[in-house]
């Protein structure tokens, strides 16, 4: 989702809609013929020089309001995030396999064993506010981070592999030790050699001077995170109208340059008029959903770009809480936790029917948890859960899930009524239709499997249900955006906040350790490693990887200097006037 490093992000699952005719239930589906994102341009064919009063109208296309956490470090969904990059930043950019490199707003150096990374931030860094960006504004993101008060996600493993950090996360300590500041350079030192430091350190400083006067357990809150936000980024934020808009201002001091428009309008613009106001020429930039491909295709005045995400669909499994006291998951849900309940039910679904039929080929069957737009660590030789009812029910008989009352549905291994709660999101058109597919695929195999309520969540009220563990749900539709270090323990450690199944597993827990490493260095080891662990979460299916994706993203003919991977909004401009309809 994100070419930064550590971007995890909670993910509308962006359904689209289609055709509701169910499959044969006991036929198996032919492998789905993909749209191939290849032959789509990554970048925009427009080279006239852009207008230098020029301004961008993008399409922030979703079903529901951006939640207005405006801050990298507090951010949790995919929304939000589509605000933040506009107007801030993190300060080393990355090459085209998300390794950091020497072109960002600040350079670094691994020194010491690969023990200490050292960052230089750039002369002529600036806030938008025109005071400098500092190491000291780095740090302050640890601190805050780190602090017992901070009400966020981010505090993660590799934050606590930094020297001194579980100390000052503890109370223990009012500094860390591990981070020294000299002006523009900040080092960090970690307990061990660590791979990950090369795409997952974490480099998004906080305006120390601007937020230093509001209490870490309050700046989530705040005003000055929420309606007046400050950047680094190509863009200043001039005005919010909560949930539907943002206006942006050209940043003239932007270490990069003077960006290419003068300003950017974002809005929130539902799907099933996106491709419209594309053909209006009311949007320069917007997604394009798979139910809209045809319709855009067909569009004169736009050109649509395509790439590999960096994302996947999955339905989870809520095993356990969150022990917010001890910071780690807790699996004390037993409802879920056979094993075999939880295997037949992978067995149960068609993800190959859902990319053709709801997707047209724009998603395919996941077959792990790393993504395949990771080439280096996504294990080619898993082939995944296959539909597969008849091994669905076996696996059922075996567990002692029957029907004992003839009605067609099965009991729990206690003879007890078994009704599974199911959690899932609105989007667009299919999102209904697609949930009730596999309500209706489970039902095949004699699973009761409900939507909780009745009905299905909007995004922010689905993922505050996940978050705060709702006895209602157990199981889930969502996605991941992975962000882009290969490091999965953001989301799988036993101490992630978004570990949002809360399984616990020592294997896993072992497997993640050596994926981080000293001798993660050795990318051979490394991908062993990551394929022991996609193994793991494959036989004990914690979650169900259903889809990956490519994302489409459509530009008016008179915009120039977009590339969808990178998506540099300093770059980004228009070439004429008004837009090309």
């Not at 589906?29 to 925009?44: G, I, L, M, N, S």
């Not at 579980?166 to 002006?183: F, P, Q, R, T």
């Not at 001091?253 to 613009?269: E, N, R, S």
């Amino acid at each position: 989702m994100a070419v930064s490093a550590l971007l995890l992000a909670a993910c509308n699952d962006d359904t689209e809609k289609a055709g509701t005719k169910s499959p044969d239930k006991n036929k198996p589906t032919k492998e789905v013929k993909q749209e191939d994102a290849a032959a789509f341009p990554r970048t925009t064919s427009n080279t006239k020089e852009p207008l230098e009063d020029g301004h961008v109208n993008y399409g922030l296309v979703s079903d529901t309001p951006f939640e207005g956490i405006l801050n990298y470090s507090f951010y949790e969904g995919d929304p939000d995030w589509q605000v933040l990059r506009i107007f801030d930043e993190g300060l080393l950019a990355t090459d085209e396999d998300y390794v950091f490199n020497q072109e960002g707003a600040a350079t670094y150096e691994l020194k010491n064993d690969n023990k200490t990374m050292e960052l230089t931030i750039r002369d002529g860094v600036k806030w938008h506010d025109g005071k400098p960006v500092t190491g000291e504004d780095l740090e302050y993101a640890y601190l805050v981070i780190g602090n017992k008060d901070y009400t966020g996600v981010r505090y993660d493993t590799q934050m606590a592999m930094i020297e001194g950090m579980e100390e000052y996360h503890a109370g223990k300590a009012d500094k860390i030790s591990g981070i020294k500041v000299e002006g523009n350079k900040i080092s960090f030192t970690f307990k061990e050699a660590n791979p990950s430091v090369l795409t997952g350190l974490w480099t998004y400083p906080l305006h120390k001077e601007y937020l230093k006067d509001v209490k870490i357990k309050d700046l989530v809150e705040s005003d000055k995170i929420r309606k007046e936000p400050i950047g680094f980024g190509p863009y200043k934020v001039k005005k919010i109208v909560q949930g539907e808009a943002v206006e942006y201002e050209r940043f003239d001091d932007y270490w990069k340059g003077k960006p290419k428009a003068a300003g950017v309008t974002l809005k929130v613009v539902n799907n099933s008029i996106a491709v419209k106001s594309l053909q209006n020429g009311d949007l320069d930039l917007a997604t394009v959903n798979a139910d809209q491909m045809d319709s855009a295709k067909a569009l004169g005045n736009i050109e649509i770009l395509g790439n590999l995400e960096l994302a996947y669909t999955y339905i989870g499994f809520k095993l356990g809480r969150y022990d917010a006291e001890k910071e780690v998951s807790v699996m004390d849900r037993p409802k879920m936790q056979n094993k075999q309940l939880r295997q037949a039910m992978a067995y149960a679904i068609d993800n190959n029917i859902v990319a053709e039929k709801f997707y047209k080929g724009l998603r395919f069957a996941a077959t792990s948890v790393i993504p395949t737009a990771f080439p280096k660590y996504h294990n080619t030789e898993m082939e995944g859960y296959k539909f597969d009812p008849e091994k669905a029910k076996s696996l059922l008989d075996e567990a002692k899930y029957v029907d004992k009352d003839g009605d067609g549905l099965r009991e729990d291994p206690n003879g007890e009524k078994f009704t599974i709660n199911f959690a899932s999101m609105t989007g667009t058109d299919i999102a209904e239709p697609l949930s009730q597919l596999y309500i209706q695929q489970w039902k095949d195999v004699g699973l009761d499997v409900q939507l909780v309520d009745g009905k299905l969540a909007e995004f922010n009220s689905f993922y505050e249900m996940l978050q705060t563990d709702s006895e209602k749900v157990d199981i889930y539709q969502a996605a991941w955006g992975t962000g882009s270090d290969p490091d999965p323990s953001g989301i799988w450690a036993k101490g992630a906040s978004y570990n949002y199944t809360r399984w616990v597993n020592d294997k896993n827990d072992e497997l993640l350790k050596q994926g981080i490493s000293a001798k993660a260095f050795d990318e051979d080891y490394r991908k062993d490693i990551y394929n022991q662990w996609q193994e793991l979460v494959h036989e004990e299916v914690p979650v169900i990887p259903t889809l990956f994706r490519y994302e489409f993203e459509a530009a008016n003919k008179r915009v120039t200097g977009f590339d969808l991977k990178f998506f540099d909004w300093s770059e980004i401009g228009v070439t004429e006037a008004e837009p090309v309809k």
